[in-house]
């Protein structure tokens, strides 16, 4: 979810407010449609053609006018207040079957319990993996966690067109992690319109996973980072890159080859290796590194056979 920067309505909206304010006509669904989809155009610039709750990027003809507060639970009149209107994926408000959205949300409302994209805090708050998961950022924020289940920005469709946006933003051809220069390039513009005032779909999850990249560039241009991905060896939604996720109790190996003298340094499940590990890092990035993930499994596996799988960063 990428905060809404809300600006002044449309001179159009704004004359009909005036001239109908006070008339049994006072209400959102009284609206001329040219007033609607001025409306409507206005919104979607406002938002770089994102999504208010997805961040797909949308068009005048697969968006609608969102309440943010749902109609049926707004006072009189309070359908028309400029802040409570977005645009969303898809064209028709109704249509749940794309399983997240705004269809999906309908008519639920707890301000309690509802991170609305208007929230100067909302991009904050929710951490998305480089498979394109989304959790809350903190276990106890159960706005968050509302937000994600009420509107769906857990569904695996929407999860897969993250993954997808992620990998052929942030992965260069071999499949590789860009790297650090690359990345802080792009910091500086993913979350930046075109000249067409778009935003880059998903830009806000681009955004978090490319500093994700500069703070942890040790293990990106080591090559383990890439490698530890594909082995699922860590809990990307919640502790990144720092905390290294062990279901099968594999360890990693990661060994600098050189033409002199070769050495490893075993990645542990305990906290001071992996201290001592991040220290050693600015001495080892000129080597190549190779990282080896042991035979071990944990008992409890359902597959017991070995694990083995080399990841080279020339």
Known sequence: ??????????????????????????????????????????????????????????????????????????????????????????ADGGDVSYGYGAPVKGGWWDPARFVSPLDDSCERRFKFSWSGKIAARFADDEAAVETICQIGLDHKALTDLRDAAIHGFLFDTRGHVIGEPEARRLLQAVDRPDGDDRLSPFCFVLKQLLQRIVEDSGYVQSGIFPAAMRWGLFDESRKGVRNLFWPALPILIRARVSADTPEAVEISRQSPALAHLSASLPDMRQGHWVAIASDRRSPNSENPGPVRETCRRD
């Open 1 to 90: 979810m990428r905060k809404i920067r809300k600006t002044h309505p449309p001179p159009e909206y704004r004359s009909w407010i005036n001239e109908n304010r006070g008339t049994p006509s006072y209400c959102y669904d009284a609206l001329p449609g040219e007033v609607k989809g001025t409306l409507k155009r206005h919104l979607l610039k406002e938002q770089g053609w994102l999504c208010a709750y997805t961040g797909l990027q949308v068009s005048e003809e697969s968006s609608h006018v969102e309440h943010l507060k749902p109609q049926s639970s707004c006072d009189v009149s309070e359908d028309l207040d400029y802040r409570n209107l977005v645009a969303c994926f898809p």
